[in-house]
């Protein structure tokens, strides 16, 4: 099994970034996906998981603000993130499954001015 995200980087506050997740090693259309990120200090939080049939959920720090969708053929997870913030600052990290699930490497996010 492997994951790796991509796509983060430094953004001012109120612009956007799309994230995605790469993977490989198992059956990506029949599996649940979740973005989860760490902030320095900070526990690591769920932000939003896809489910099969099209069907998201989303933390309420995030709803609104953050789209989660995927790809199946290409077995890639994404993760538009629009009116970002200071607070969204985080290492970003995709996992099959839920927050247990294999987490592979996380992309940086930095929201200042």
């Known amino acids: 099994v492997q994951l790796q995200a991509s796509g983060g980087g430094l953004v001012q506050p109120g612009g956007s970034l799309r994230l995605s997740c790469t993977t490989s090693?198992?059956?990506?259309?029949?599996?649940?996906m979740s973005w989860l990120r760490q902030a320095p200090g900070k526990p690591l939080e769920l932000l939003s998981t896809?489910?099969?049939?099209?069907?998201?959920t989303y933390a309420d720090s995030v709803k609104g603000r953050f789209t989660i969708s995927r790809d199946d053929a290409r077995s890639t997870l994404y993760l538009v993130m629009n009116s970002l913030k200071p607070e969204d600052t985080a290492v970003y990290y995709c996992s099959k499954g839920g927050p247990n699930g294999h987490r592979g490497q996380g992309t940086q996010v930095t929201v200042s001015s």
């Open positions: 090693g198992f059956p990506f259309s029949k599996s649940a």
């Open positions: 896809s489910y099969t049939g099209d069907i998201a």
